[in-house]
């Protein structure tokens, strides 16, 4: 049998409980937490007492598995033997779960074996965790990243795993001079590694929560690049209370518009030739936002109480004109507040209907770039949607009625709402929707209508943020929930500016059952309208871009909370960073052994090591402090007292324990 160092075996017993920690997240519901990583633990404790033991490790692995397989079994007879409602409940969940603990000790027993016995499979085997770990990090389906729903714990959760499998993978190479240039490398590697799962958990992400909304450490934004996803999920999070006193036509609170696309990136955040950028982001003080006056639109008055949104995120009707934000009451319901101002564009007026169309006059409210940049489409695009658009529209003269037949065309044609569009055999998901399958969310009617709307000549871009249900609507207060993120298209009009089109039907594809009306309101809801209308004159104007007492007394509740939801995890990876900690210590003097070129600083370290040294070694360590010179002979002649001194010291402590017994 060879030799192992303990660090390694420290080291590996993390990785193997954080690799079996994994699958909980997938089958909570039929898995306890720590089921596979105590069960993988006890296997790997097994064959460690067996090696010590002095038995083959072909003997080990037989012994180990057989061991695995009968205590399981025995205890699923036992049990089936006791007459008690707990027993049967406990019987139940090992017998759904024993074909999981065989196959995790089939595994910690022969990678363990195969550890202590083989050096090759010690210096390989993190490659094979690392395989592992991606497999079970990623599901089948699209590889889309759901292990875990936070990217603070996929990031820091992978980082560490890494990290483990960076230093399995450095021991071997201690003993050789490559050692630095390898592990730089690795890390390297390993950074990169960790970017690319990041980006693919945002992907994903997004696609959990409606394909508009990111998910990021305590609430949701918008993604500032649009894609189409084969499958999107709804999430019912309370983001959002709105309080608006007027009646308004317009229910769709907008938090971006996508002015680039690209067939590769899909819609992005790009602002035209010329126009000024959109505000985005809520400053600490009342300010006039960037805007240009059009006809026929009414001020309008919205008050915004974020709850899961980033709470400098601005939502609001279309055309912002001011915002304020406010100091909200001492509270850990809500992140922030703040009203804001709009112009808004009430029923159909006359001159929509008779509008020409844009010529590319500055007067008109658009000038000759912007109007390029908002028609532009590539020929392949063009070449898809533009034959489709023609023939829908080619009956109609006027601008306004070819905007609105090819609205039609989407929301009471043939075309269905489903949040299971499919994957494109070919990889376009847009072409997919438009000639084949005609069902997608509303992502996919805002993408087709809009490059439709461009390839005619229109100038359009695609609007991301939120509907509201005016009947959930409580003394004006409307809740606001994840799954009413919504993708609408505004479309330019001359002298009337942009205004919403929503081309998303209302038909459902066969087999879906989403209800519209999101059943917006609930408990929660009601209680934190009853605490607005309790703390209303409590609301105050803020000044300044420094949090208030109140606001940071907020967010630490808010950090807190999030620390006590997550302890165990947290826990975990604190224990890890420790253990890691640990082991550099104790390996420092080593390295210092290994590649220092002070010989002096060898050979005091070799001092500080060794803890009963010999007459001769003394010597050296004098000259080291002393002499003026301390040459390469001395230090191998340390070396070589301090290895013999070692191995007589443990020959000897083996003797005596023998004695002993």
């Known amino acids: 049998m060879q030799n192992y160092s303990k660090p390694a075996a420290v080291l590996r017993i993390c990785s193997l409980l954080l690799l079996l920690s994994v699958p909980y997240r997938y089958l909570a519901g039929i898995l306890p937490a720590a089921a596979l990583p105590v069960w993988g633990l006890c296997c790997t404790a097994v064959i460690h007492f067996l090696h010590r033991k002095r038995i083959r490790a072909e003997a080990a692995v037989i012994i ?40 995790t000790a089939f595994i910690s027993v022969t990678s363990t074996a195969l550890f202590i016995s083989t050096e090759r499979w010690r210096r390989y085997e993190p490659l094979a965790a690392i395989l592992v770990f991606s497999l079970l990090f990623f599901p089948q389906q699209h590889y889309r990243l759901t292990a875990f729903s936070n990217p603070l714990f996929a990031a820091g959760f992978a980082g560490v795993f890494m990290l483990l499998q960076t230093a399995l993978l450095c021991i071997p190479f201690l003993k050789r001079r490559r050692f630095a240039a390898f592990a730089l490398i690795f890390i390297g590697l390993t950074a990169v590694l960790l970017a690319l799962l990041i ?92 805007h240009q006056s059009f006809l026929c639109r009414e001020r309008v008055s919205q008050e915004i109480f974020t709850v899961n949104l980033d709470p400098d995120s601005l939502v609001a009707l279309d055309y912002p004109l001011s915002v304020t934000p406010y100091t909200v009451w001492d509270t850990v319901s809500f992140k922030g507040a703040y009203k804001a101002e709009s112009e808004v564009l009430h029923g159909v007026p006359l001159d929509l209907i008779t509008a020409e169309p844009p010529s590319g006059n500055p007067e008109e409210g658009l000038s000759a770039e912007a109007l390029r940049f908002y028609t532009s489409v590539d020929s392949g695009t ?22 609105y037949a090819l609205l039609d065309y989407f929301r009471e044609g043939e075309y269905r709402y489903s949040l299971r569009p499919g994957q494109a055999p070919d990889g376009d998901q847009l072409r997919y929707f438009v000639t084949e399958s005609k069902k997608g969310y509303c992502s996919y009617f805002a993408f087709a209508y809009c490059l439709m709307l461009r390839s005619l000549g229109i100038p359009a871009r695609l609007a991301a943020g939120f509907f509201l249900q005016p009947e959930s609507g409580i003394l004006n207060y409307y809740p606001v929930r994840a799954n009413m993120a919504h993708a609408w298209v505004e479309v330019f009009f001359p002298y009337l500016g942009w205004v919403d089109i929503d081309p998303t039907t209302e038909q459902l594809a066969d087999g879906e059952s989403l209800d519209f009306s999101f059943q917006a309101g609930g408990d929660q809801f009601t209680q934190l309208l009853d605490e607005i209308l309790l703390n209303r004159s409590a609301l105050r104007i803020r000044h300044g871009g420094t949090l208030s007492a109140a606001e940071a007394q907020t967010v630490a509740q808010r950090v807190s909370q999030f620390f006590k939801m997550h302890r165990g995890i ?36 070799l001092k500080r090591l060794h803890k009963h040294p010999s007459d001769a070694f003394y010597a050296l360590t004098q000259k080291a402090k002393f002499a003026p010179s301390c040459t390469d002979e001395d230090v191998a002649i340390a070396k070589q007292l301090y290895r013999s001194e070692k191995k007589q010291g443990k020959n000897a402590w083996n003797r005596s324990r023998r004695n002993g017994k």
């Open 64 to 103: 180990g598995f057989s061991a695995a397989l009968l205590i399981p079994a025995c205890v699923l007879g036992l049990l089936a033997l006791i007459p008690q409602l707990i027993a049967d409940t406990l019987f139940l969940r090992i017998k759904l779960i024993f074909g999981l603990l065989a196959l």
């Open 570 to 605: 947290l826990f975990c990876i604190a224990a890890l960073v420790a253990i890691l900690l640990y082991g550099a210590f104790r390996a420092y003097p080593y390295l210092i052994i290994r590649y220092s070129r002070n010989n002096r600083k060898i050979i005091l370290t």
């Open 382 to 403: 063009k070449a898809l949607l533009f034959p489709i658009a023609e023939s829908v529209t080619a009956p109609f003269a006027l601008y306004y009625d070819k905007v």
């Open 199 to 290: 980006r693919t958990f945002n992907k994903g992400s997004v696609g959990n929560n409606g394909g508009l909304l990111e998910q990021k450490l305590f609430e949701f934004d918008f993604s500032q690049f649009l894609q189409l996803q084969d499958e999107v999920k709804m999430n019912t999070n309370l983001v959002m209370v709105v309080h608006v006193d007027q009646e308004y036509d317009s229910h769709l609170f907008r938090r971006m518009y996508l002015s680039g696309w690209s067939p590769q990136k899909g819609f992005y955040e790009k602002s035209a030739p010329g126009e000024p950028e959109q505000p985005l982001r809520i400053s600490g003080q009342p300010a006039e936002l960037p």
